[in-house]
């Protein structure tokens, strides 16, 4: 009993009958919308009436659950607010304030003498009740329990009534099965002319006088007895026809919901009017089929006079079936009358009673707008949000640098001393890491660390156990933590087996591992050389239990491969497959043609697809020539391209690019260089502690007609006491020279060129503070937090980077920016309590700084904002730390909600915020009323919640995300004939319509045409496609890997080829040529909606190799064109084509 009276008190209980009052005035809506649509619609369109009532009877069940829906929110909203009821004693000068409001509050006066206490005061109704008037709403609150058990009763009785009239036409199926050819076969013909295939089994019966049908997966016609033989093959035709055609519509199902809405609204009459449109309607539409079958209108509808004229109405059970059929004169009216339109049958008390409900819902609409729900302030969002965020970053999110101190102890499991235990540590700073090594700790461990930065993370090494791994300490969580015990375990040795693609052990592969912490860095497991035997086989030692180790194995003869990151399980063997390399040779000359020994190549550049990682002039030679000159590159990557610097005592260095695997006889030309001599300026010997130093400097044109500035190593240059010196093997060209941290470049054009080095006046540098003010709908607000600027400065000028955050205090920003800069890229990530877009600023801000004394002051547009916050966790329901967590969003904001007269639209992501020790996260500006879904991924795993949107009510909300089950997707990629393509780049994007994802680089297809992505999301298997685009010989496509393992087969593309020209008929040598598809939606076999990018060359010239059978425009970026041409290009031939036009003035060619 207890239960069921709290139950009965509830706020869902509360809201559900209050929908229930709202529906009264809500259905008399919906009967004005339909009789005004069935007022315009005319008889002879019976479908379109039956689905407008069809609609006003849904949406007014939809208006209904909609406003229950916000009612509980509302009640939720208000449940989650501490009400703190003021209580005042008889002494107006003294207030007493008391949290809860159950018992009165007392107090005693400092003479001694006992206050009188004040009666409680009374609960004030919830918000959801506040549209009613103010004298009555407790007492109505109080009948909610009493109101919820009324309906319950009368829903039941309605609900009884109707089954006990389903459970009488049930008992008419048992009659016997009528087995007449003659009945048969007029019903198979009928079946046959209106295209029903389901079987129709026909009973008879003396029970009724009328035919029925009834059932939707077994149907039957219940077919009196005394119609078989009274009635002519065409009446019964007819009637049949108008059966089968209820049948066709699915109205016995149509008929059984409006059921049970009649008796979920048994009290609403526009419910039961808008029912009765519905059923009217049906057998109009029924009515349509069946005389199209017959003569005409005129023969059925003597044919349904008669028959209603000789038989009685069926009874009360056959509402259970299809409904009642409206009147006969209606009817008839229907089918005769052109232009027909049926009077609506409202009597005068109904019209009475719906004009009061009408008025009365009126009068609830006109006070629930002024109180309907309890919507809080920009101030108490602001600190909703701020406590939020605290209890996730007590001492701010991972863009706050401080100091973090960390202390402890490192001991064994066994209780061995160590004598010397290794440390590293890897501190965070936004938009940095740093990983530095540590004094060895002594044999009692204790350790203690004091870093500036937002993360740090140790890792500690002893000989004979297994690296352990301590970390990552946020600043967000706290600024010291101390006495932490760090246990060195033995770790358990893991054996690694290497294949080839045939199965064939790869002996000679090296392997590495690491154990990485959760944010991505980590420790070598052990220094020891760890080779795989003549069986592929190698045991790595010291492999720390319940940590993700990363492995990576390359060898002479091998391409590199780097396995995803995972735990590894003691007692297991782990077998990775590792593609051998094609190699790739050449010869290096004098310029005389003699070779060249002893040549190193330095690996420069490393290039793929979405991707080019950069090594720098200062590593180690990865080879080196023979005696004869040659040299041999064994382990390059298919797919990728390199860029070596060639480097030798006696030569300048020389520059190799678009070096491939399987490339052959390469030729390298070195010049024997020049001396250079020069001085330094006078101004410049008066500096003490002199640094200079030179490099060379190149500007090779790589494939795809774009030119890269490499640069040397730098080389230290030895000057006199008068300030000259000489350079020897100088290349011709440009060469930089640095002196005193200013550095100035000369073109070398002869031997012995003289150069005069002077040090570089620095510009003067003029800085203006800028004061950022935010408005909303023309009004000032004070947001908290912070926001991302990308031009400020510090007091020296130094730009202080994307990464470091800009506090608002006081509702301002306040930053220094450099006179001459623009300040229009900015993000409010970090900002709480409202959110803007840089899309969106004024022009102001696009516009270059001025000097000025005074600050220039600049306001942004916003936008009340929220945040979301929530917790990631792995599949076993374990929080994961140190991930970032996004949100993806969508605003429209219409002319009001903007305030300046224009609809907005805005889709977005907020990215990278970061998850603490305990997996928590939270994001935050995020939009209010913005389509909302929160997002993390781990490699190709994707975890994503569903829509959220926040209100003024609530403007904040939890979500779990949780990594799902994975699993490998393979695709194997073949050429047109057939054959396994090699080397092809392989994107992943998962396209889901909540939140796509792309990955960057694409993988690339091994000997075999394959090319695998572990651990994709199961749940989301059907949304991850393959795409092929970065390459030039076939079709871009994109592949459903929902059925994996996949094969797809390329086709070789259409060639378009032509010139560009400028006005004078002379070529455009460097233009950036692209082409794309006109109707992108139109031809989903191929990848259409990608821009094929080429460059021309030096006579103008261009060439795509790869396009589609569809139709294109091919535009020159750098040329303005009149109309850029449109071509379907066609397999059999090439098409060719001529741009001309005019070239922009700030393109300079190459």
Excluded at 658 to 677: I, K, Q, T, W
Aim: proline content about 6%; aromatic content about 8%; glycine content about 8%.
């Amino acid at each position: 009993m207890m239960f069921a009276a709290s139950f009965l008190q509830s706020a869902e209980v509360t809201g559900f009958v209050l929908a229930l009052i709202h529906s009264l005035w809500q259905g008399v809506v919906w009967v004005v919308l339909l009789a005004a649509a069935l007022r315009l619609l005319s008889a002879k369109r019976p479908n379109l009436r039956y689905a407008a009532a069809l609609f006003a009877l849904v949406g007014m069940v939809v208006t209904f659950l909609g406003t229950w829906s916000a009612l509980g929110q509302h009640s939720e909203s208000d449940a989650a607010i501490s009400a703190t009821e003021v209580l005042t004693v008889l002494d107006e000068d003294h207030v007493v304030a008391h949290e809860g409001g159950d018992h009165a509050a007392h107090a005693e006066q400092s003479t001694g003498t006992q206050a009188v206490a004040s009666p409680p005061i009374a609960k004030e109704p919830s918000a959801a009740m506040s549209w009613l008037g103010a004298g009555w709403k407790s007492n109505l609150e109080s009948a909610m329990p009493y109101l919820a058990v009324a309906w319950g009763i009368g829903a039941l009785l309605f609900l009884t009534r109707s089954f006990i009239s389903m459970v009488t036409v049930r008992s008419l199926l048992s009659g016997p099965e009528c087995h007449d050819e003659r009945l048969l076969r007029i019903l198979g013909n009928v079946q046959h002319r209106l295209g029903s295939w389901t079987v129709l089994r026909i009973v008879l019966t003396d029970r009724l006088d009328t035919p029925a049908i009834w059932g939707v997966l077994r149907p039957v016609l219940l077919l009196p007895a005394t119609l078989a033989t009274s009635l002519s093959d065409a009446d019964l035709e007819a009637i049949f026809a108008h059966e089968i055609a209820h049948l066709q519509r699915y109205d016995i199902a149509v008929n059984f919901l409006q059921l049970v809405l009649e008796s979920c609204f048994f009290f609403n009459p526009a419910v039961w009017w808008l029912s009765r449109q519905v059923r009217s309607e049906r057998e109009a539409c029924c009515d349509a089929v069946a005389s199209q079958l017959v003569a005409s209108p005129v023969t059925y509808a003597r044919m349904l006079t008669n028959f209603v004229e000789t038989h009685r109405p069926a009874p009360a059970a056959m509402s259970a079936m299809s409904g009642d059929g409206g009147s006969l004169l209606d009817r008839v009216r229907r089918l005769l009358i052109p232009g027909y339109r049926p009077a609506m049958q409202l009597s005068f008390w109904t019209c009475c009673l719906l004009l009061a409900l009408t008025c009365g819902g009126l009068y609830a609409l006109h006070e629930g707008t002024e109180v309907a729900v309890q919507m809080m302030s920009d101030e108490e969002r602001i600190e909703v949000v701020q406590q939020q965020t605290n209890e996730v970053h007590p001492n701010g999110n991972e863009s706050t640098i401080g100091s973090i101190t960390v202390s402890g102890q490192v001991v064994t499991f066994d209780g061995e001393p160590v004598q010397r235990i290794h440390v590293t540590t890897c501190v965070k700073s936004p938009g940095s890491t740093n990983m530095a090594g540590q004094p060895a700790l002594g044999p009692d461990g204790k350790f203690s660390y004091t870093l500036s930065g937002s993360s740090v993370s140790l890792f500690f090494n002893a000989p004979g156990y297994a690296p352990a791994v301590a970390g990552p300490f946020t600043l967000g969580d706290a600024e010291e933590f101390v006495d932490r015990k760090v246990v060195l375990t033995a770790g358990n040795d893991i054996q690694i087996k290497v294949v080839d693609l045939d199965g064939q052990p790869a002996e000679g592969v090296r392997v590495t591992a690491s154990a990485m912490t959760a944010s991505g860095n980590g420790t070598g497991i052990t220094n020891e050389k760890l080779m795989t035997d003549e069986q592929g086989l190698v045991t790595i030692p010291h492999v720390p239990d319940k940590t993700t180790i990363s492995l990576s194995l390359s060898g002479a003869g091998y391409q590199e491969l780097q396995p995803a990151d995972s735990p590894l399980v003691a007692n297991e063997v782990y077998t990775f497959s590792i593609q051998r390399a094609r190699p790739t040779t050449g010869v290096v000359v004098a310029a005389n043609g003699t070779p060249v020994s002893s040549v190193g190549l330095k690996e420069l550049f490393i290039e793929q697809p979405g991707q080019t990682s950069d090594r720098g002039a200062l590593n180690a030679p990865v080879t080196k020539t023979d005696d004869a000159g040659r040299f041999e590159l064994d382990n390059l990557r298919d797919g990728y391209t390199y860029t070596y610097l060639l480097v030798h005592p006696d030569y300048p260095p020389a520059v190799l690019t678009d070096v491939e695997a399987g490339m052959s006889d390469l030729r390298v030309e070195l010049s024997p260089g020049v001396s250079v001599h020069g001085i330094i300026s006078e101004d410049a010997l008066k500096e003490p502690n002199q640094r200079i130093n030179w490099m060379p400097r190149y500007r090779p044109k790589a494939r795809g007609s774009y030119w890269r500035d490499i640069r040397g190593a730098s080389r230290k240059i030895e000057v006199d006491e008068q300030g000259r010196f000489t350079l020897h093997h100088v290349p011709l060209g440009e060469i930089s020279i640095g002196l005193n941290g200013s550095t100035t470049t000369y073109t070398i054009k002869e031997p012995d060129q003289l150069i005069v080095v002077k040090p570089k006046v620095p510009d003067p540098i003029t800085l203006r503070e800028v004061v950022l003010r935010f408005k909303h709908l023309g009004k000032q607000v004070s947001p908290q937090g912070a926001i991302k600027v990308s031009r400020a400065v510090d007091e020296t000028g130094t730009e202080l980077g994307w990464n470091h955050p800009v506090p608002v205090e006081s509702g301002e920003v306040r930053f220094r920016v450099k006179v001459g800069d623009r300040i229009s890229s900015m993000e409010p990530d970090g900002l709480i309590g409202f959110w803007f877009t840089s899309h969106n600023l004024s022009d102001e801000f696009r516009l270059p700084v001025e000097a000025g004394e005074t600050p220039l002051e600049l306001w942004i547009d916003c936008h009340p904002a929220g945040a979301i916050t929530g917790r990631l966790i792995d599949q076993d329901g374990k929080p994961i730390s140190g991930r970032g967590v996004g949100v993806k969003y969508h605003l429209e904001l219409t002319k009001e909600q903007a305030g300046d007269g224009r609809f907005h639209s805005h889709s977005g992501g907020l990215d990278n915020f970061m998850t603490n020790s305990r997996g928590e996260f939270v994001v935050s500006p995020v939009p209010l009323h913005a389509e909302c879904f929160a997002r993390a991924s781990i490699g190709f795993n994707r975890a994503m919640s569903k829509e959220i949107v926040l209100t003024e009510s609530a403007p904040t909300t939890s979500v779990d995300l949780q990594l799902g089950v994975t699993t490998d997707l393979v695709l194997t990629v073949l050429s047109p004939s057939g054959k396994p393509l090699r080397g092809i780049p392989v994107k992943l994007e998962l396209q889901h319509p909540d939140g796509g994802q792309g990955w960057s680089p694409p993988a690339i297809t091994d000997a075999k045409g394959q090319v695998t992505f572990e651990k994709c999301t199961k749940q989301y298997v059907k949304y991850y496609k393959a795409i092929i685009e970065d390459q030039s010989e076939y079709i871009p496509v994109k592949v459903d890997l929902s059925a994996s393992p996949k094969t797809v087969q390329l086709e070789n593309g259409c060639v378009v080829r032509g010139r560009v020209l400028d006005q004078a008929g002379k070529p455009v040598v460097g233009a950036t040529m692209n082409t794309f598809s006109i109707n992108p939606d139109v031809h989903s076999k191929y990848l259409t909606r990608v821009e094929l990018k080429e460059k021309t060359d030096n006579e103008g010239r261009f060439e795509f190799r790869n396009l589609p059978p569809v139709p294109l425009r091919v535009n020159a970026v750098e040329v303005a064109l009149d109309s850029p041409p449109e071509v379907t290009p066609s397999f059999t031939k090439p098409h060719t084509l001529t741009l001309q036009g005019k070239v922009a003035s700030w393109f300079k060619g190459e």
